[in-house]
């Protein structure tokens, strides 16, 4: 028997979010470790409102919206209130009734940058990191980068001396980062991820990954640069070199495999198992390091560890690739500084952007050059975390 073709005229619905939600959903368990630390940050939240005046929109669900800009890759605020407005999912992990009305984009991000100024962010992943202690390796440690492609069109990117090119037909033109810079995202650099690829405009970001669990532990935006990825990877094994005195080993690919960056390792008494870059050059690693069974291990590890969870639009988690042209809005999780930052304010959130190496070399050559770096000289205020 055929069906009637109902229109959909209901009015009340006897069925909550919580009956909606698929009992495996993963967002279930990530939603019970917020909920248990944002409830241990209630006196905190407190402290950062006053008791009178118009109620602003609560911090707990300011940060759930914002994890879930994170885990679906939302590339704006504007997209992520479209979504909670019609996303039973978003609305369930966010809090939100039914027929509660959406918050205004704008507004969204006013009382968002009010709430991270004030060392919110720190506070929260330093708790969920506590509570993944137990899962944490403090010894063997896997570290990567990957390019971010800038939301920036390849028609911005113009000469930095005004020229009469207006970047409409750059096809066949000769252009490099020392003589044009994109308008609309400066700090964008033309970049390509591997010989014979196409150059975009891009970020470099990195993470550390420890080998136990394979859970990412540290992580680093850069401008893309040649030897950012060495440098970012200096700068996070020093974090963990500071406080920890046991024997440490840091996996990575072909591309680390340089004198310096090696040398530097051994300086800070870490063991570098670093692929072998062998093709037309000498390696860096010997037969010192390789013989041994823990260097294979790190190799292992490494092409194993570093996914990231992301999900996709039925919340299904999905495997890690490029990571695809973020607005400057969109947020990046950085564990190690505590702080949730959007690519424009890179300087402010746990440390200074990393710029571009000098020509032609690592920007540390030595482990004692590290300790000096803004990023360790500097302590970064709660009111410049952003």
């Not at 991000?109 to 060392?119: E, F, M, Q």
């Not at 310096?260 to 051994?266: G, I, K, N």
Request: overall charge positive.
């Amino acid at each position: 028997m055929r069906g009637p073709d109902q229109k959909q005229d209901a009015i009340f619905s006897y069925l909550s979010p919580e009956e909606r939600v698929p009992a495996d959903h993963p967002l279930r368990k990530i939603r019970t470790l917020v909920d248990d630390v944002l409830k241990d940050m209630s006196p905190q939240f407190g402290k950062l409102y006053s008791e009178v005046g118009r109620p602003s929109i609560a911090p707990e669900r300011l940060l759930r919206a914002l994890l879930l800009q994170i885990f679906y890759s939302v590339r704006s605020e504007r997209l992520l209130m479209e979504q909670l407005d019609y996303n039973l999912l978003f609305r369930w992990f966010v809090g939100m009734n039914m027929d509660e009305q959406v918050w205004v984009a704008t507004v969204f991000t006013k009382n968002r940058d009010r709430l991270l100024k004030h060392s919110i962010a720190e506070s929260f992943f330093q708790r969920v990191l506590k509570v993944a202690q137990p899962y944490l390796s403090d010894e063997h440690f896997t570290v990567d980068g990957t390019l971010i492609e800038a939301w920036a069109s390849q028609k911005s990117f113009q000469r930095k001396d005004g020229g009469s090119e207006d970047g409409e037909n750059f096809h066949g033109d000769k252009r490099s980062n020392q003589t044009h810079e994109s308008k609309t995202d400066p700090d964008a650099k033309l970049y390509r991820k591997s010989s014979g690829s196409e150059a975009r405009l891009s970020y470099l970001g990195h993470t550390l990954v420890e080998n136990r669990s394979g859970l990412i532990v540290g992580t680093y935006l850069t401008e893309a640069d040649g030897h950012a990825e060495r440098d970012a990877a200096l700068l996070m094994v020093y974090q963990k070199r500071r406080k920890s005195r046991k024997p440490i080993t840091l996996g990575a690919d072909k591309a680390y495999d340089t004198q310096d960056f090696v040398r530097a390792l051994r300086e800070m008494k870490i063991t570098p198992h670093v692929a072998q870059n062998d093709r037309h050059r000498k390696s860096a690693i010997d037969g010192r390091t390789t013989r041994h069974t823990s260097y294979q291990l790190s190799q292992a590890k490494r092409l194993l560890g570093g996914e990231a969870l992301r999900l996709d639009e039925i919340g299904r988690a999905v495997a890690e690739g490029e990571v695809t042209r973020p607005r400057k809005a969109v947020v990046v999780v950085h564990l190690h500084c505590g702080g949730v930052q959007s690519l424009a304010n890179s300087e402010v959130a746990g440390g200074p952007m990393l710029k571009p190496s000098p020509p032609g070399r690592m920007r540390f050559k030595t482990a004692h050059e590290i300790p000096r770096h803004p990023h360790f000289l500097v302590d970064v205020k709660p009111s410049k975390v952003v």
